[in-house]
Nanobody, 120 residues
């Protein structure tokens, strides 16, 4: 499975940005898709995840600001980000798993990331 992210860039404080993720290859068994991020000097953290059953989870720090959408027929995942803050600056990664249960630590496939920079 190959994961490719796109849509990163520079945006001003309070602005919006949409990231896209596309999975290709042997995608039939994929259940979980997720967005993570890693800021300089910090550990990678989960942003949110969704399963093919329609359940979507968000970390508290993005609730109400970020929205994850998935098109399972196309194996794509979107992260709509609004009210962005400088502390949202990070490399954003898309990940996927064929696991029955979506857990933050069991992603099997990762993209190379797309950079989001929020300027103050």
């Amino acid at each position: 499975v190959r994961i490719v992210e796109s849509g990163g860039g520079v945006v001003q404080d309070g602005g919006s940005l949409t990231l896209s993720c596309a999975a290709s290859g042997n995608t039939m068994a994929l259940n979980c898709m997720a967005w993570y991020r890693q800021a300089p000097g910090k550990e990678r953290e989960l942003v949110g995840m969704t399963s093919t059953y329609g359940n979507t989870y968000y970390e508290d720090f993005v609730k109400g600001r970020f929205t994850i959408s998935r098109d399972s027929s196309k194996n794509t995942l979107t992260l709509q980000m609004s009210s962005l803050k400088p502390e949202d600056t990070a490399m954003y990664y898309c990940a996927a798993s064929s696991g029955y249960v979506c857990l933050r630590d069991n992603m099997d496939y990762w993209g190379e990331g797309t950079q989001v920079t929020v300027s103050s």
